[in-house]
């Protein structure tokens, strides 16, 4: 360890972000890195713990703890006070193929679990994580480096999400021909078109596509396999094929009057708006709010907007509406309010039950005057205007209670408690889920009770012979860092499943 009492001598530092009311009139990323120095001195907190939990990625109390790609990173934390950047990028990229995904969109676990907790602030991983893959790419050593030998064997990757994408890069890496086959016009599933721009900017997908392309991996663009390809031709065609397709069925509300026009999936909002901003890449480039024309996506600007979720989803649509110019912008959260600070019932190194206030949310609050979200509410009827649009919502609150005949608890209706809000434009943000249905139906595999890919505990391998699956479709709706790390262990599976070792 370089500096023994660095976490004693230095102030957590993260990056700092652009005031909320400058940076809603932009769809930029909004956070200003830290200087050299200031990142080393990040570093040098780091403890190198004799159990660092933030590399661990194991499940306690049914929640993760640390990194699920056992990021190594007591080890380049060092290396960053030592000002070593290129060893730091090698540990880094060892684990994980995207740090330029993941130091801008994971919640860190890492810093969750970080000893530093216990007594004081976590050290900054997320932003040493990011300093150091930018700083790969400005001095040349994250360059396309292609295998040097091929081993002839075919594997195509069905999506291009971050576990798509994870796997073929992996197995490229081993040397075998990889094909990702993308319905989408351009790649990285929703890091793309269901992580607006202030999050992650496009061009830093586009980047790393083009490193991957010169690696030589190939990209199939507007191909929706199960559809416009069939599945017995890519059978036919690849030794392996990967089904990474994502959990796109979305969650909706079944209530009268969701007929209503102007009511809307948060996804398909917030594609619009990043295809809007892109269309004319010029434009993606200034990425200035004004910039948004009169119906080139599905607007907020001058309306009342309710969003019904409250998990980041919600929270992304709640920045994504003041960019627009919202006139008003209300989040329904089913469950109650989180506290503040752990409960001795949430002890560390487990995850956080705390109160999580984002930037979408922050945004909201410094225009309007107050948080956008109300607890324990939920929609119980739609009214619509004489032309068939959404104008009111009638609202109920909840309550905790056991269910009888379940035993289970659940959120109930108070009787009585339902009240009306003047709404223009519903989001509904409430989750997936599961894989869409006519890609499995094309391949044939068999799905479980929760609507995904069915495979044998641990492992990765479809009931169909040379199918395998990875992501979201195969584990469900969760973050990205798991979507890279099923995806490297899938494109594990696959690699042994061709060479036997």
């Not at 329904?332 to 506290?339: C, F, N, V, Y």
């Not at 509904?428 to 094309?442: M, N, P, Q, R, S």
Request: charged residues 30%; contains cysteine.
């Amino acid at each position: 360890m370089g500096k023994a009492t660095g976490f004693l001598d230095y102030e957590r530092q993260d990056k700092k972000a652009e005031a909320p009311k400058e940076r809603i009139s932009h769809f930029r990323e909004f956070h200003k890195p830290l200087t050299e120095e200031e990142q080393k001195k990040q570093g040098a907190r780091c403890m190198d713990c004799g159990v660092p939990f933030c590399q661990a990625g194991m499940m306690i109390a049914g929640m993760a703890s640390g990194c699920p790609l056992n990021n190594l990173v007591p080890e380049w934390n060092d290396l960053v006070y030592h000002g070593n950047w290129q060893l730091a990028y090698d540990r880094l990229h060892k684990t994980n193929n995207f740090p330029e995904f993941t130091s801008r969109v994971c919640p860190a676990l890492c810093e969750k679990a970080c000893t530093c907790n216990l007594n004081g602030d976590p050290v900054a991983t997320r932003s040493n994580e990011y300093s150091i893959i930018e700083r790969a790419y400005a001095e040349g050593y994250a360059a396309p480096k292609p295998p040097k030998t091929r081993t002839g064997k075919k594997v195509a990757v069905i999506g291009s999400g971050p576990s798509g994408l994870a796997a073929a890069d992996q197995l490229n890496k081993r040397g075998h021909l990889v094909t990702v086959y993308e319905r989408e016009d351009k790649a990285g599933g929703l890091l793309r078109y269901g992580i607006p721009n202030m999050k992650l900017e496009k061009h830093i997908i586009d980047r790393k596509i083009a490193v991957m392309e010169q690696e030589g991996v190939t990209f199939v663009y507007n191909c929706n396999v199960g559809k416009d390809k069939k599945a017995a031709e890519l059978l036919k065609e690849y030794d392996r094929v990967i089904l990474a397709c994502g959990a796109k069925n979305p969650r909706d509300i079944k209530v009268p009057g969701r007929d209503a026009k102007g009511i809307y999936f948060a996804v398909d909002f917030l594609t619009s708006t990043t295809k809007a901003l892109w269309a004319d890449p010029e434009k993606g480039k200034e990425a200035k709010a004004s910039l948004l024309k009169a119906g080139s996506c599905i607007s907020a600007k001058g309306k009342r907007v309710m969003i019904i979720g409250g998990g980041d989803t919600g929270n992304d649509c709640c920045g994504t509406a003041m960019r627009h110019g919202a006139k008003s912008v209300l989040q329904l959260e089913m469950m109650p309010k989180a506290p503040e600070e752990r409960l001795p019932s949430n002890p560390w190194p487990e995850w956080p039950k705390i109160l999580k206030t984002d930037y979408g949310q922050e945004e909201v609050a410094a225009v309007f005057g107050k948080d956008p979200r109300v607890y324990q509410t939920t929609v119980k009827e739609f009214i619509k205007d004489k032309n068939g649009n959404v104008c009111k919502a009638v609202l109920v609150k909840l309550e905790s209670k056991v269910d009888e005949k379940s035993g289970r608890r659940m959120m109930a209706e108070v009787a009585g408690s339902e009240y009306e809000v003047a709404v223009d434009l519903v989001l509904i943000a409430a989750g997936f889920l599961g894989c869409e249905e006519y890609v499995t139906k094309a391949f044939g595999v068999e799905r479980n009770a929760r609507t995904n890919v069915q495979t044998e505990p641990g492992a990765y391998a479809t009931s169909v012979k040379n199918v395998y699956t990875a992501g979201d479709m195969h584990r469900g709706q969760s973050l990205v860092v798991w979507a890279i790390r099923e995806g490297r262990d899938a494109a594990r599976a696959v690699d042994y499943s061709l060479l036997g070792y």
